[in-house]
C-alpha cells in the first residue's frame, strides 16, 4: 500500500480525476439520483401521455438517425473512394472541400435551406422557389425530409474523413493483383474495397447517427414549425416549460439511445478484425483509372462540396440583404446588418449591430470560447499526462474512460445534466444557472474528448527523457509543463485552442439550455431570430458567426502546417 502511495505521478493523476469527476460524473450522476422512483419516468413511458412524449419523438429520431447515417455513409464514402483511389483531377481541392461542412453549424445549413425551399404554410415569409411561382409541397419545406437532407449534408464530412484515411491504408496490391488477373473495376470496388474498409464504414455510420439523434438545431428549425418532434427537441420543450424531471428522464432515455447504437457499431467492428490489411510489408499505392467518367464524377464532387459548403453561405448572404427571401436578389439593403429601428420596416426590429444585445452576445461568445478553449485543453493535456506518462493501475484507465465519455453524451441532454447538478445552490456555493460560468463548465465537459486528443498529440512529440531528467534536477510536476511541455509543444496546442474555440461558438445543443437573457450568445441569438420569423436578421447573426469560425480554422490551419513543415 505504502509503495502505490509512493508512486510518481499519484497526487496530479489524483487532482485530474477529480476535476473530471465534477465535470463529466457528477452531472450525470444526479440527473440519475433526481429521476429515480419519479413518477416521470412512468409519465414518459406509459401513460396516456407516452406517445407525444416518447413514442413519436423516438420513432422520428430513429428515422432521422438511420436515415443520416446510411446517407453519409454513401456519400462520405463515395466522394472518399474518388479522391484517395482514382485518378480523378482536382483531388486536393475536393478533399479540402469535403472536410468544411462541419464545420459550418448545422443550423447555418437549416437556414439557407429554408431560404430556398420554405412555404408559406406557416406564416411568415416564403422562400425563394416560391416566390418564382413554383409549388412547394410541405414534405420538402418541413418536417422529416428536409431534416434528413440538412443532417447529412452537415455530418457526411465524419464519414469522409474516417472512410478516406482507411481507403488510403489499403494495400495497393490487393488491387492491382485484382487488375492483373483481369477483374473489372466494379468487381474490385464491391469485392475488394468494400469489405476490406467494412470496419471505417460502420465507423463513419455510427458516428453520423450519434451526431444526427443528438442534433438539436436542424429538427428544432425545420420540423417544430410543423410539431414535428424528436426527442432532443421534446427534452428542450419539456425543461423550457418547467417540467424538469420529465425532461430529465428524456435526456437519459436519449443518451441510452446514442450509446446504444454507439456500442453496438464498436460490437460489429470488432467482430470485423479479418480484414485487416496493414502489414509489416511496404504497399503501393494504386489509383484506379476512371476513363471516361472522370470529369463527370468530376463534377458530380464538386457539385456536393459546393452545395453543402459554398451555396449555403451565399444563400445566407443574399437572404441577409433581401427584404424577401421570396426576392432574394432584388431590393437588397443593411438594413439587416446597421440599419435603426423603424416601426414601417421589419416589425421595427433594428440591424443586428444596433441591438444592444448582439454586442453582449459576441463579448460573451467570444469570452466562454476563449475561456473554454484554455480549459478543455488544460485538462485534456493533464489528462494526457495522467493516462500516458505514469500508468497508473485503474486510476489512468479511469481518467481515460472519463475524458472520452462526453462523445457519448447528446449535447443538449449534457445541458439538461448541468441544470441539474448546478442549477440549484450546493452548500455555500450559489446556484450557476443564468450565468457564464456554467455555460463555461459544461462547454469545458462537452469538449474534453478533442482536447484530450490533442494533448496525447503534444505528449507524444516529446521524449519522456526530457521530462525524467527535469523531475531527478528537483524539477516539481508544474514547472516541468510551463519549462517544457508547453515551450516544445505550442504550436500544436494552440492549434488545438483554435479549433477548440470553433466548435464553441457554433454550439447550440448544449446552450440554448443553459444561456440567459443577460448571459445571451451568438448561436441562440440567431436561433431566437428565426424561431420569431426574423430570419434575415438570424442569417447576418449566423454569417457573423462562420466569419468568426472561418478565422479561427484559417488560423489553426496555418499554424499546423508550420509545425508540420520542416524547419
Not at 189 to 202: K, S
Request: some cysteine; proline content about 6%.
Amino acid at each position: 500500500m505504502m509503495d502505490f502511495l509512493r508512486r510518481p505521478g499519484l497526487v496530479p493523476t489524483l487532482g485530474v480525476l477529480a476535476v473530471l469527476a465534477a465535470l463529466v460524473l457528477a452531472p450525470l450522476l444526479t440527473i440519475m439520483g433526481q429521476t429515480l422512483g419519479s413518477a416521470a419516468w412512468g409519465d414518459v413511458l406509459a401513460s396516456r401521455l407516452a406517445p407525444n412524449l416518447f413514442w413519436r419523438p423516438l420513432a422520428n429520431t430513429m428515422l432521422v438517425g438511420s436515415a443520416v447515417a446510411l446517407g453519409c455513409v454513401l456519400i462520405g464514402g463515395f466522394l472518399a473512394w474518388l479522391v484517395t483511389m482514382t485518378d480523378l483531377p482536382l483531388r486536393r481541392v475536393i478533399g479540402f472541400m469535403a472536410t468544411l461542412p462541419f464545420m459550418i453549424p448545422s443550423f447555418a445549413t437549416a437556414l439557407a435551406w429554408g431560404t430556398l425551399f420554405r412555404n408559406d404554410r406557416t406564416g411568415g415569409g416564403a422562400g425563394l422557389l416560391q416566390g418564382l411561382g413554383l409549388h412547394i409541397p410541405d414534405w420538402l419545406a418541413w418536417g422529416i425530409v428536409p431534416t434528413v437532407i440538412v443532417l447529412i449534408a452537415h455530418y457526411y464530412a465524419l464519414a469522409f474523413t474516417v472512410i478516406a484515411a482507411a481507403l488510403g491504408s489499403v494495400n495497393g496490391d490487393l488491387v492491382q493483383a485484382a487488375a492483373m488477373t483481369g477483374a473489372s473495376r466494379r468487381r474490385i470496388l464491391f469485392g475488394i474495397v468494400l469489405p476490406v474498409v467494412t470496419p471505417a464504414l460502420l465507423a463513419g455510420g455510427s458516428l453520423a447517427f450519434a451526431g444526427a439523434v443528438s442534433n438539436f438545431a436542424t429538427p428544432a428549425l425545420l420540423g417544430l414549425p410543423v410539431r414535428m418532434q424528436t426527442l432532443s427537441t421534446r427534452l428542450f420543450g419539456m425543461i423550457e416549460i418547467g417540467q424538469t424531471e420529465r425532461g430529465y428522464v428524456l435526456a437519459i432515455l436519449l443518451i441510452a439511445v446514442s450509446a446504444l447504437f454507439l456500442g453496438i457499431g464498436n460490437r460489429l467492428l470488432a467482430g470485423r478484425r479479418s480484414f485487416a490489411t496493414i502489414t509489416g510489408k511496404g504497399g503501393r499505392g494504386t489509383r484506379m483509372a476512371l476513363g471516361r467518367a472522370k470529369w463527370p464524377l468530376c463534377a458530380v464532387a464538386l457539385a456536393l462540396c459546393l452545395v453543402t459548403t459554398i451555396l449555403p453561405i451565399l444563400l445566407l448572404l443574399a437572404a441577409s440583404l433581401a427584404p424577401q427571401s421570396s426576392a432574394l436578389f432584388s431590393g437588397w439593403t443593411l438594413h439587416f446588418w446597421t440599419g435603426a429601428a423603424d416601426p414601417a420596416f421589419a416589425r421595427g426590429q433594428p440591424g443586428i449591430f444596433q441591438n444592444p444585445q448582439l454586442l453582449t452576445a459576441i463579448w460573451v461568445t467570444l469570452g466562454v470560447g476563449a475561456a473554454v478553449a484554455v480549459a478543455a485543453n488544460a485538462v485534456g493535456l493533464l489528462t494526457a499526462i495522467a493516462t500516458t506518462r505514469w500508468r497508473i493501475p485503474f486510476l489512468s484507465e479511469t481518467a481515460n474512460q472519463l475524458g472520452f465519455l462526453p462523445m457519448l453524451l447528446p449535447g443538449i441532454a449534457f445541458g439538461a445534466a448541468y441544470i441539474a447538478l448546478y442549477g440549484a445552490p450546493i452548500g455555500p456555493f450559489p446556484a450557476l444557472y443564468g450565468t457564464p460560468l456554467l455555460l463555461g463548465l459544461a462547454l469545458t465537459a462537452a469538449t474534453l474528448p478533442y482536447a484530450v486528443q490533442t494533448g496525447r498529440a503534444t505528449i507524444a512529440q516529446i521524449s519522456g527523457e526530457i521530462d525524467e531528467a527535469a523531475r531527478m534536477t528537483g524539477a516539481g510536476f508544474f514547472r516541468r509543463i510551463g519549462a517544457i511541455t508547453l515551450p516544445l509543444a505550442s504550436r500544436g496546442l494552440i492549434a488545438g485552442l483554435l479549433l477548440t474555440f470553433v466548435s464553441v461558438i457554433g454550439d447550440l445543443a448544449i446552450v440554448v439550455l443553459l444561456y440567459a437573457p443577460q448571459t445571451p450568445v451568438l448561436s441562440v441569438l440567431s436561433y431566437r431570430y428565426a424561431s420569431d420569423g426574423f430570419h434575415q436578421f438570424a442569417n447576418a447573426v449566423t454569417l457573423l458567426i462562420l466569419a468568426i469560425s472561418v478565422i479561427a480554422t484559417l488560423a489553426a490551419n496555418m499554424l499546423r502546417g508550420r509545425k508540420e513543415s520542416p524547419e
